[in-house]
Protein backbone atom coordinates (compact mmCIF):
# COMPACT_ATOMS: atom_id res chain seq x y z
CA UNK A 1 0.00 0.00 0.00
CA UNK A 2 1.42 3.18 -0.72
CA UNK A 3 2.17 5.78 1.90
CA UNK A 4 0.54 9.12 2.19
CA UNK A 5 2.18 12.18 1.44
CA UNK A 6 3.31 14.74 3.46
CA UNK A 7 1.73 17.77 3.85
CA UNK A 8 4.85 20.25 2.51
CA UNK A 9 4.95 23.51 4.39
CA UNK A 10 7.36 26.57 3.07
CA UNK A 11 5.81 29.11 3.45
CA UNK A 12 5.52 30.72 7.48
CA UNK A 13 2.15 32.05 7.26
CA UNK A 14 0.67 28.65 6.15
CA UNK A 15 1.86 26.75 9.30
CA UNK A 16 -1.03 24.16 9.94
CA UNK A 17 -2.80 24.16 13.46
CA UNK A 18 -2.98 21.15 15.80
CA UNK A 19 -5.77 17.84 15.48
CA UNK A 20 -8.51 18.44 18.49
CA UNK A 21 -5.62 16.32 20.81
CA UNK A 22 -3.28 19.32 20.40
CA UNK A 23 -0.84 17.21 17.51
CA UNK A 24 0.06 18.21 14.59
CA UNK A 25 1.07 15.27 12.28
CA UNK A 26 2.54 14.12 8.84
CA UNK A 27 4.03 17.57 8.01
CA UNK A 28 7.07 18.39 5.92
CA UNK A 29 8.19 21.68 7.66
CA UNK A 30 10.80 23.10 4.43
CA UNK A 31 13.39 25.91 5.70
CA UNK A 32 11.16 27.58 8.32
CA UNK A 33 12.47 29.71 10.86
CA UNK A 34 10.40 28.96 13.72
CA UNK A 35 11.31 32.31 15.94
CA UNK A 36 9.67 34.25 13.53
CA UNK A 37 6.34 33.07 15.35
CA UNK A 38 6.55 33.07 18.59
CA UNK A 39 3.00 33.05 19.65
CA UNK A 40 3.39 29.60 17.18
CA UNK A 41 5.75 28.46 19.57
CA UNK A 42 4.11 29.45 22.81
CA UNK A 43 1.45 27.49 22.28
CA UNK A 44 2.97 24.59 22.56
CA UNK A 45 1.55 22.67 19.91
CA UNK A 46 3.34 18.71 19.81
CA UNK A 47 4.58 17.23 16.87
CA UNK A 48 4.37 13.24 15.51
CA UNK A 49 5.93 11.75 12.51
CA UNK A 50 6.72 15.16 11.36
CA UNK A 51 10.07 16.57 9.14
CA UNK A 52 11.89 19.63 10.00
CA UNK A 53 14.06 20.38 6.75
CA UNK A 54 16.67 23.10 7.50
CA UNK A 55 14.59 24.69 9.87
CA UNK A 56 15.47 27.10 12.88
CA UNK A 57 13.83 25.63 15.92
CA UNK A 58 13.65 27.31 19.16
CA UNK A 59 14.39 25.42 22.23
CA UNK A 60 11.12 26.05 23.56
CA UNK A 61 10.01 23.82 20.67
CA UNK A 62 12.22 21.45 21.04
CA UNK A 63 10.80 19.33 23.75
CA UNK A 64 6.99 19.06 21.86
CA UNK A 65 8.76 17.68 18.63
CA UNK A 66 8.58 13.62 18.93
CA UNK A 67 10.95 10.72 18.54
CA UNK A 68 8.87 9.73 15.31
CA UNK A 69 10.00 13.16 13.62
CA UNK A 70 13.21 13.63 11.53
CA UNK A 71 15.04 17.15 11.88
CA UNK A 72 17.59 17.61 9.44
CA UNK A 73 19.77 20.99 9.67
CA UNK A 74 20.23 23.90 7.49
CA UNK A 75 24.19 22.07 7.12
CA UNK A 76 25.48 25.71 6.12
CA UNK A 77 25.71 25.70 2.79
CA UNK A 78 25.77 28.04 0.07
CA UNK A 79 22.94 26.39 -1.52
CA UNK A 80 19.72 25.69 0.10
CA UNK A 81 19.46 22.10 0.32
CA UNK A 82 15.50 22.13 1.49
CA UNK A 83 14.42 25.07 -1.52
CA UNK A 84 10.96 24.34 -1.72
CA UNK A 85 10.95 26.06 -5.38
CA UNK A 86 12.77 26.41 -8.58
CA UNK A 87 15.62 28.83 -9.49
CA UNK A 88 14.66 31.44 -11.82
CA UNK A 89 16.79 33.38 -13.81
CA UNK A 90 16.94 36.20 -11.16
CA UNK A 91 17.75 34.09 -8.40
CA UNK A 92 20.00 32.09 -10.17
CA UNK A 93 21.99 35.08 -10.96
CA UNK A 94 21.19 36.87 -7.99
CA UNK A 95 24.56 39.02 -7.25
CA UNK A 96 25.44 39.42 -11.36
CA UNK A 97 25.55 42.88 -12.88
CA UNK A 98 25.09 42.88 -16.67
CA UNK A 99 27.38 46.62 -16.83
CA UNK A 100 29.67 44.31 -15.02
CA UNK A 101 31.31 41.18 -16.32
CA UNK A 102 33.33 40.54 -13.74
CA UNK A 103 30.22 40.58 -11.28
CA UNK A 104 29.60 36.73 -12.80
CA UNK A 105 31.98 35.79 -10.44
CA UNK A 106 30.20 36.51 -7.10
CA UNK A 107 26.89 35.56 -8.32
CA UNK A 108 24.70 32.39 -6.66
CA UNK A 109 25.38 30.28 -9.37
CA UNK A 110 29.28 30.89 -10.20
CA UNK A 111 29.84 30.59 -5.70
CA UNK A 112 27.74 27.58 -5.84
CA UNK A 113 30.23 25.79 -8.69
CA UNK A 114 33.14 27.26 -7.45
CA UNK A 115 32.00 25.36 -4.18
CA UNK A 116 31.27 21.93 -6.18
CA UNK A 117 34.32 22.44 -7.70
CA UNK A 118 36.33 22.75 -4.60
CA UNK A 119 34.98 19.96 -2.47
CA UNK A 120 35.12 17.35 -5.77
CA UNK A 121 32.57 16.22 -7.96
CA UNK A 122 33.09 12.80 -6.87
CA UNK A 123 33.12 13.72 -2.88
CA UNK A 124 33.79 11.62 -0.09
CA UNK A 125 32.45 14.18 2.41
CA UNK A 126 28.93 12.92 3.70
CA UNK A 127 27.97 16.11 5.30
CA UNK A 128 28.54 17.82 0.90
CA UNK A 129 27.01 14.35 -0.20
CA UNK A 130 24.05 14.67 1.57
CA UNK A 131 23.33 18.52 1.27
CA UNK A 132 23.60 17.76 -2.46
CA UNK A 133 21.93 15.02 -2.10
CA UNK A 134 18.91 16.63 -0.18
CA UNK A 135 18.94 19.61 -2.40
CA UNK A 136 18.36 17.93 -5.80
CA UNK A 137 15.48 15.63 -3.85
CA UNK A 138 13.87 19.02 -3.26
CA UNK A 139 14.54 20.56 -7.06
CA UNK A 140 12.70 16.89 -8.27
CA UNK A 141 10.11 17.65 -5.53
CA UNK A 142 9.42 21.53 -6.65
CA UNK A 143 9.59 20.18 -10.63
CA UNK A 144 7.04 18.16 -9.95
CA UNK A 145 5.16 20.94 -8.30
CA UNK A 146 5.73 22.57 -11.21
CA UNK A 147 4.58 20.25 -13.55
CA UNK A 148 1.25 19.40 -12.13
CA UNK A 149 -0.06 22.58 -13.87
CA UNK A 150 0.43 21.01 -17.34
CA UNK A 151 -1.14 17.87 -18.96
CA UNK A 152 2.05 15.66 -19.42
CA UNK A 153 1.38 15.40 -23.08
CA UNK A 154 1.92 19.81 -22.80
CA UNK A 155 5.83 18.75 -21.94
CA UNK A 156 8.28 19.10 -25.39
CA UNK A 157 12.47 19.09 -25.04
CA UNK A 158 14.51 19.84 -27.90
CA UNK A 159 18.22 18.31 -27.24
CA UNK A 160 21.17 19.32 -28.99
CA UNK A 161 24.99 20.43 -29.10
CA UNK A 162 26.05 23.35 -26.47
CA UNK A 163 28.26 24.46 -28.79
CA UNK A 164 25.80 25.79 -31.41
CA UNK A 165 26.24 29.24 -32.00
CA UNK A 166 23.85 32.15 -31.89
CA UNK A 167 24.69 32.89 -35.22
CA UNK A 168 24.36 29.76 -36.69
CA UNK A 169 21.14 29.06 -39.31
CA UNK A 170 20.12 26.03 -37.09
CA UNK A 171 19.88 28.19 -33.50
CA UNK A 172 17.44 30.27 -35.23
CA UNK A 173 15.84 27.41 -36.34
CA UNK A 174 15.28 25.71 -33.34
CA UNK A 175 14.24 28.70 -31.61
CA UNK A 176 11.19 29.50 -34.15
CA UNK A 177 9.91 25.98 -33.83
CA UNK A 178 10.02 26.78 -29.67
CA UNK A 179 8.36 29.78 -30.33
CA UNK A 180 5.73 28.62 -32.45
CA UNK A 181 4.84 24.99 -29.95
CA UNK A 182 4.81 27.49 -26.66
CA UNK A 183 2.22 29.61 -29.11
CA UNK A 184 0.33 26.80 -29.55
CA UNK A 185 0.39 25.23 -25.45
CA UNK A 186 3.26 23.58 -25.65
CA UNK A 187 5.98 23.70 -22.61
CA UNK A 188 9.23 23.88 -23.67
CA UNK A 189 11.83 21.85 -21.97
CA UNK A 190 15.67 21.68 -22.42
CA UNK A 191 19.09 20.64 -20.65
CA UNK A 192 19.36 24.37 -19.92
CA UNK A 193 22.56 25.05 -21.13
CA UNK A 194 23.74 27.36 -24.20
CA UNK A 195 23.65 26.68 -27.89
CA UNK A 196 20.33 24.60 -29.16
CA UNK A 197 19.45 24.81 -25.36
CA UNK A 198 19.47 27.99 -25.09
CA UNK A 199 17.74 28.76 -28.03
CA UNK A 200 14.65 26.67 -26.85
CA UNK A 201 14.15 29.08 -24.43
CA UNK A 202 15.01 32.64 -26.70
CA UNK A 203 12.06 31.03 -28.72
CA UNK A 204 9.64 30.27 -25.59
CA UNK A 205 10.70 33.46 -24.07
CA UNK A 206 9.95 35.15 -27.60
CA UNK A 207 6.67 33.56 -28.03
CA UNK A 208 3.89 35.89 -28.51
CA UNK A 209 6.01 38.40 -30.20
CA UNK A 210 6.85 39.45 -33.81
CA UNK A 211 9.21 37.74 -36.63
CA UNK A 212 10.77 41.23 -36.44
CA UNK A 213 10.92 41.14 -32.54
CA UNK A 214 12.13 38.23 -32.89
CA UNK A 215 15.42 39.20 -34.93
CA UNK A 216 16.07 42.10 -33.30
CA UNK A 217 16.58 39.66 -30.36
CA UNK A 218 18.80 37.55 -32.36
CA UNK A 219 21.05 40.60 -33.88
CA UNK A 220 21.47 41.47 -29.89
CA UNK A 221 22.66 37.78 -29.11
CA UNK A 222 24.94 37.94 -32.28
CA UNK A 223 27.73 39.94 -30.88
CA UNK A 224 28.86 37.03 -28.70
CA UNK A 225 27.77 33.78 -30.48
CA UNK A 226 29.15 31.32 -27.88
CA UNK A 227 28.76 31.24 -23.96
CA UNK A 228 32.65 31.35 -24.02
CA UNK A 229 32.47 35.41 -25.58
CA UNK A 230 32.39 38.07 -23.50
CA UNK A 231 28.87 39.43 -23.30
CA UNK A 232 27.19 36.41 -23.80
CA UNK A 233 25.22 36.63 -20.36
CA UNK A 234 24.97 40.41 -20.57
CA UNK A 235 23.18 39.85 -24.13
CA UNK A 236 21.01 37.50 -23.03
CA UNK A 237 19.55 39.74 -19.91
CA UNK A 238 19.43 42.72 -22.62
CA UNK A 239 17.43 41.14 -24.57
CA UNK A 240 15.00 39.83 -21.03
CA UNK A 241 14.98 43.35 -20.45
CA UNK A 242 13.98 45.23 -23.68
CA UNK A 243 11.31 42.27 -24.72
CA UNK A 244 9.72 41.08 -20.66
CA UNK A 245 6.92 38.67 -20.55
CA UNK A 246 5.29 36.79 -18.10
CA UNK A 247 2.77 34.88 -19.88
CA UNK A 248 5.03 31.47 -21.31
CA UNK A 249 6.75 29.27 -19.37
CA UNK A 250 9.48 27.03 -19.97
CA UNK A 251 11.69 24.72 -18.08
CA UNK A 252 15.63 24.46 -18.44
CA UNK A 253 17.34 21.43 -16.44
CA UNK A 254 20.91 22.70 -15.98
CA UNK A 255 23.71 21.22 -13.98
CA UNK A 256 26.45 21.63 -11.90
CA UNK A 257 28.30 18.98 -13.11
CA UNK A 258 28.57 21.21 -16.65
CA UNK A 259 28.85 23.92 -14.46
CA UNK A 260 31.48 25.83 -16.79
CA UNK A 261 28.63 25.80 -19.22
CA UNK A 262 26.21 28.80 -17.76
CA UNK A 263 22.50 28.16 -17.29
CA UNK A 264 20.23 30.52 -19.89
CA UNK A 265 18.44 33.05 -18.13
CA UNK A 266 15.72 32.87 -20.70
CA UNK A 267 14.20 29.95 -18.61
CA UNK A 268 11.49 31.18 -16.48
CA UNK A 269 11.40 27.80 -14.23
CA UNK A 270 15.13 26.48 -13.99
CA UNK A 271 15.79 22.87 -11.89
CA UNK A 272 19.45 22.85 -11.50
CA UNK A 273 20.80 19.93 -9.94
CA UNK A 274 23.80 18.92 -8.67
CA UNK A 275 23.85 15.36 -9.90
CA UNK A 276 24.10 14.82 -13.98
CA UNK A 277 22.61 11.60 -14.25
CA UNK A 278 19.42 12.26 -12.39
CA UNK A 279 18.76 15.54 -14.50
CA UNK A 280 19.75 13.31 -17.88
CA UNK A 281 16.54 10.62 -16.84
CA UNK A 282 14.23 13.64 -15.40
CA UNK A 283 14.90 15.57 -18.49
CA UNK A 284 13.72 12.70 -20.77
CA UNK A 285 11.03 11.23 -18.56
CA UNK A 286 9.22 14.41 -18.53
CA UNK A 287 9.01 14.78 -21.68
CA UNK A 288 6.30 12.73 -23.11
CA UNK A 289 4.68 15.42 -25.74
CA UNK A 290 7.69 14.26 -27.73
CA UNK A 291 11.40 15.52 -28.54
CA UNK A 292 12.65 16.92 -31.03
CA UNK A 293 16.69 16.11 -31.41
CA UNK A 294 19.27 18.72 -33.59
CA UNK A 295 22.63 17.77 -34.04
CA UNK A 296 24.94 17.49 -31.15
CA UNK A 297 28.18 15.61 -30.04
CA UNK A 298 28.25 12.66 -27.87
CA UNK A 299 25.90 14.41 -24.98
CA UNK A 300 23.20 14.25 -27.87
CA UNK A 301 23.87 10.70 -29.18
CA UNK A 302 23.62 9.25 -25.28
CA UNK A 303 20.15 10.91 -24.50
CA UNK A 304 18.80 9.48 -27.87
CA UNK A 305 19.48 6.14 -27.03
CA UNK A 306 18.66 6.32 -23.79
CA UNK A 307 15.13 8.41 -24.83
CA UNK A 308 14.63 5.05 -27.21
CA UNK A 309 15.33 2.62 -24.71
CA UNK A 310 12.75 4.24 -21.93
CA UNK A 311 10.41 3.80 -25.24
CA UNK A 312 11.35 0.56 -25.61
CA UNK A 313 10.09 -0.45 -22.20
CA UNK A 314 7.23 2.08 -22.05
CA UNK A 315 9.60 2.97 -18.72
CA UNK A 316 7.26 6.11 -17.79
CA UNK A 317 4.24 5.17 -19.84
CA UNK A 318 3.66 5.76 -23.33
CA UNK A 319 5.84 6.16 -25.95
CA UNK A 320 6.52 9.82 -27.52
CA UNK A 321 7.63 11.11 -30.73
CA UNK A 322 11.59 11.25 -31.52
CA UNK A 323 12.01 13.52 -34.15
CA UNK A 324 15.45 14.12 -35.86
CA UNK A 325 16.21 17.39 -37.00
CA UNK A 326 18.56 17.71 -39.77
CA UNK A 327 19.01 14.37 -42.29
CA UNK A 328 22.28 14.86 -43.02
CA UNK A 329 23.63 15.14 -39.90
CA UNK A 330 21.20 11.96 -38.78
CA UNK A 331 21.48 9.79 -41.48
CA UNK A 332 24.90 10.19 -42.83
CA UNK A 333 27.23 11.98 -40.79
CA UNK A 334 25.74 10.33 -37.31
CA UNK A 335 23.64 7.76 -38.81
CA UNK A 336 21.38 7.11 -35.76
CA UNK A 337 18.30 7.72 -37.43
CA UNK A 338 18.95 4.42 -39.86
CA UNK A 339 20.38 2.49 -37.06
CA UNK A 340 16.86 2.81 -35.25
CA UNK A 341 14.77 1.99 -38.03
CA UNK A 342 16.79 -1.04 -38.96
CA UNK A 343 16.84 -2.71 -35.31
CA UNK A 344 13.06 -1.65 -35.27
CA UNK A 345 12.78 -3.72 -38.56
CA UNK A 346 14.65 -6.65 -36.68
CA UNK A 347 12.39 -6.44 -33.47
CA UNK A 348 15.59 -5.10 -31.52
CA UNK A 349 13.00 -2.04 -30.51
CA UNK A 350 9.86 -1.40 -30.46
CA UNK A 351 7.33 1.24 -29.49
CA UNK A 352 9.58 3.66 -31.10
CA UNK A 353 7.86 6.95 -33.31
CA UNK A 354 10.62 8.21 -35.19
CA UNK A 355 10.68 10.66 -37.95
CA UNK A 356 13.43 13.05 -39.97
CA UNK A 357 13.46 15.77 -41.44
CA UNK A 358 14.84 19.60 -42.15
CA UNK A 359 11.36 21.45 -42.24
CA UNK A 360 10.88 23.29 -38.93
CA UNK A 361 7.18 23.00 -40.20
CA UNK A 362 6.99 19.33 -40.38
CA UNK A 363 8.51 18.63 -37.18
CA UNK A 364 6.22 21.18 -35.12
CA UNK A 365 3.06 19.56 -37.10
CA UNK A 366 4.48 15.87 -36.09
CA UNK A 367 4.49 16.89 -32.29
CA UNK A 368 1.15 18.95 -32.48
CA UNK A 369 -0.67 15.83 -34.19
CA UNK A 370 0.83 13.70 -31.48
CA UNK A 371 -2.98 12.22 -29.80
CA UNK A 372 -1.51 9.76 -27.75
CA UNK A 373 -4.00 9.16 -24.25
CA UNK A 374 -1.50 9.49 -21.47
CA UNK A 375 -0.67 6.37 -19.48
CA UNK A 376 -0.08 6.41 -15.66
CA UNK A 377 4.40 5.42 -15.67
CA UNK A 378 5.16 2.35 -13.89
Not at 72 to 95: K, Q
Request: hydrophobic share 35%; charged share 25%.
Amino acid sequence: MASRAYHEISDITLLPAPDETGCITHYAFQYIDFNQVPQYVAAGHRFSDCCFLGCEIPSAMEGHIGSTCLVFPRMGRIYNAFRGNLYTGETLYAGYDPENEDSYATCFDARVYADYKEKGVNCDDIRETLGRTMHDRAIGDAMREFLSRFDERQVVAIMGGHAQLRTDPSFRRVALIAKALTERGKLMASGGGPGAMEATHLGAWMAGRSLEEFDDAMEILSVAPTFKDEGWLRTAFEVRKKYPQNKYRSLGIPTWFYGHEPATPFATHIAKYFFNSLREDVLLAIAKGGIIYSPGSAGTIQEIFQDAAQNHYETFGAPSPMVFLDKEFFTKEVPVYPLLEDLMTRGKYRNLLISVTDDAQEAIDTLMSFRQEPTEGC
